[in-house]
């Protein structure tokens, strides 16, 4: 299993909300989050001066079976690009084992297959 971690643009969050759903990923967890870059331009949109290191983003999570991994980070990098400076970042990493709080059940059979 994997966790994929996603940090987008929060103007792209819907974009991408909606494809992960279209591509049958179900379930996944997201939040807002502040970081600092590389860039620290000063730039100005629609007459007001900010600095690129303070745009909102949104950091999404997404645990999934090993199979699922390519075609999801896929869907992101396709649906976040946008070819700008600040466009985001995914990282991997692997899933030791999940349990099912209700069940008590565990491994990758907790994660519901695709439909």
């Known amino acids: 299993m994997k966790k994929i971690e996603a940090i987008i643009r929060k103007t ?5 909300k909606e494809a992960l759903l279209s591509s049958d990923i179900d379930w996944f ?3 807002d989050v502040h970081g600092i ?7 100005i949109y629609r ?26 980070v896929n869907v992101i990098l396709r649906v976040a690009h946008t070819g700008e400076i600040g466009d985001g970042r995914i990282f991997i990493s692997d899933v030791i084992d999940t349990y099912s709080i ?14």
């Open 29 to 31: 967890e997201y939040h």
């Open 37 to 43: 870059g590389q860039s620290r331009q000063e730039r």
């Open 47 to 72: 007459g007001v001066q900010y600095s690129t290191d303070v745009i909102e983003r949104v950091a999404i999570a997404i645990v999934c079976r090993d199979i699922f991994l390519e075609p999801t």
């Open 12 to 16: 792209k969050f819907e974009e991408v």
């Open 102 to 115: 209700r069940t008590g059940e565990n491994g990758d059979t907790v994660l519901r297959d695709k439909k």
